[in-house]
């Protein structure tokens, strides 16, 4: 375990913010010196507390839309609603899908480029 301290912590803010950024960047935001920051980050990489670094894209900035839909079945076989969400995943306009427990029994996020496709997306469900 490691303990970080306040300095870490806006590291990783800054990080979090855009892991993309230099040494220098992140050294002029937290106000530590380049040397600093990039010891600390290996330090933070060794221990494990820093695992990946990632890119998230604007996908609204490539012309989609992300729409989130709440899916209740009514009258339907456990059976069934397993292979009404196997079905679901193999659709390509869904990027995450959850079955859960509850008021909802699967959450689906759907992303497209014409609300038409969404719709045509979700009719395809409601039938199956």
Not at 1 to 11: F, H, R, T
Not at 42 to 54: A, D, N, Y
Request: proline share 2%.
């Amino acid at each position: 375990m490691i303990k970080l301290d306040e300095k870490d912590v806006k590291i990783l803010l800054e990080l979090e913010r855009n892991s993309r950024q230099s040494y220098s960047e992140i050294a002029k935001s937290v106000r530590l010196s380049k040397q600093t920051v990039n010891y600390r980050i290996k330090t933070m990489l060794e221990h494990g507390v820093i695992t990946h670094f990632v890119t998230i894209a604007d996908v609204q900035k490539l012309g989609y839309t992300f729409y989130v839909v709440f899916f209740r079945f009514e009258n339907v076989t456990p059976e069934k609603e397993r292979q009404v969400v196997a079905f679901m995943q193999g659709l390509p306009e869904i990027c995450w899908l959850v079955s859960t427990v509850g008021k909802w029994n699967a959450i689906a996020a759907i992303l497209v480029k014409d609300i038409r496709v969404f719709h045509e997306c979700v009719e395809t469900i409601l039938e199956r």
